[in-house]
Nanobody, 122 residues
Framework: QVRLVESGGGLVQAGGSLRVSCAASGRTFNRAAMGWFRQAPGKEREFVAVISWNRNTAYSESVKGRFTISRDNAKNTVWLQMNSLKPEDTAVYYC????????????????WGQGTQVTVSS
């Protein structure tokens, strides 16, 4: 069992930066792939980034080069550093845990946080 709690969302101007965090509890965290997904109003949930247990990463094309995912297994924490933010990045950002190595599909994720709102103003 893994419990996930996101924090760090907020309002930022276009071009700015924000870092969201995900604190995890549970003994399986160190072996789980951790992903970030987002969902904007009226849109489907979409993959943003994933980091495997051994820190292998993957990103969606829309955020590649702007966002960085990282993790600290000793702290049971995952971060998503978001730079050069755009209004289209506005969404609720969800942290999720998966037993599947570095999956970008939400169906592979068993545990989800409650989400944190990120709003980018133009």
């Amino acid at each position: 069992q893994v419990r996930l709690v996101e924090s760090g969302g907020g309002l930022v101007q276009a071009g700015g930066s924000l870092r969201v965090s995900c604190a995890a509890s549970g003994r399986t965290f160190n072996r789980a792939a951790m992903g970030w997904f987002r969902q904007a109003p009226g849109k489907e949930r979409e993959f943003v980034a994933v980091i495997s247990w051994n820190r292998n990463t993957a990103y969606s094309e829309s955020v590649k080069g702007r966002f960085t995912i990282s993790r600290d297994n000793a702290k049971n924490t995952v971060w998503l550093q978001m730079n050069s933010l755009k209004p289209e990045d506005t969404a609720v950002y969800y942290c999720a845990a998966s037993a599947t190595y570095r999956s970008s599909s939400y169906v592979d994720y068993d545990y989800w946080g409650q989400g944190t709102q990120v709003t980018v103003s133009s």
